[in-house]
């Protein structure tokens, strides 16, 4: 069974903290993703990564960046935690491309006080 | 307008009833997935089709590319399924996702 684990299912930061979200994925998967998920907007896109090293902005990237160093690990980094960025992240992995099924990670809740 | 639409927002029913959830996109896909959402976040891949039809167990999802709309259908509804169900379709080269705002759905003993 593929298996995507993200760091922590629930955090809670300041406002203007730096924060990492990790996504980590043990099949071997080129296709990376990290969505956010609120109410009433559905899951949306912030940053995919079809490679190491690899990275494409997403729907809404303003305010995160992703690095991807390894092919099973994919971050998400908030700058400078901002309270609208409170939210549901969730990270996803897919084999390859267009066809393939994605494979989602437990998602973290983040609060931003 | 949302490029993903899916209808109805909210749906109960009975355990025993046959559901319909639907979804209209548009904008030109490579493939249209169903997505399964628990309480407590979890979301797991159920459909992933570009024509016709398939079935697993009591599922079944439709795709008419004509006119640019699935159904997800659930027979024999049982309360195990309550649950959110998101439309989703893969558009460009690297397949992510445009989202539906999904469809919750209860399902009563």
């Known amino acids: 069974d593929v298996k995507v684990t993200q760091s922590s299912r629930y955090l809670v930061k300041r406002t203007g903290e730096k924060v990492f979200l990790e996504c980590v994925q043990d099949?071997?998967?080129?296709?990376m993703f990290w969505y956010r998920q609120d109410p009433g907007l559905g899951l949306r896109l912030i940053y995919f990564?079809?490679?190491?090293?690899?990275?494409e902005k997403g729907d809404i990237p303003e305010g995160y960046s992703v690095s991807r160093e390894k092919k099973e690990r994919f971050s998400l980094i908030l700058e400078s935690a901002s309270t609208n960025q409170t939210s549901m992240y969730l990270c996803?992995?897919?084999?390859?491309?267009?066809?393939?099924?994605?494979?989602f990670g437990p998602g973290t809740r983040l609060t931003v006080l | 307008k949302n490029e993903v639409e899916q209808s109805p927002q909210n749906l109960t029913a009975q355990e025993g009833e046959f559901i319909t959830i639907n979804c209209s996109y548009s904008?030109?896909?490579?493939?249209l997935h169903w997505l399964q959402q628990h309480p407590g976040g979890g979301i797991v891949s159920l459909f992933m089709l570009s024509s016709g039809k398939k079935k697993h167990g009591r599922l079944i999802a439709t795709i008419n590319i004509q006119e640019k709309h699935s159904s997800l259908h659930i027979t024999a509804s049982h309360p195990r399924d309550s649950a959110v169900y998101i439309c989703a379709v893969s558009r460009g080269s690297q397949g992510n996702l445009i989202f539906g705002k999904g469809t919750k759905l209860s399902v009563k003993p």
């Open positions: 996803a992995s897919s084999l390859r491309q267009i066809l393939d099924t994605q494979y």
């Open positions: 099949m071997d998967h080129e296709n």
């Open positions: 990564s079809y490679d190491v090293k690899m990275k």
């Open positions: 904008v030109g896909i490579s493939a």
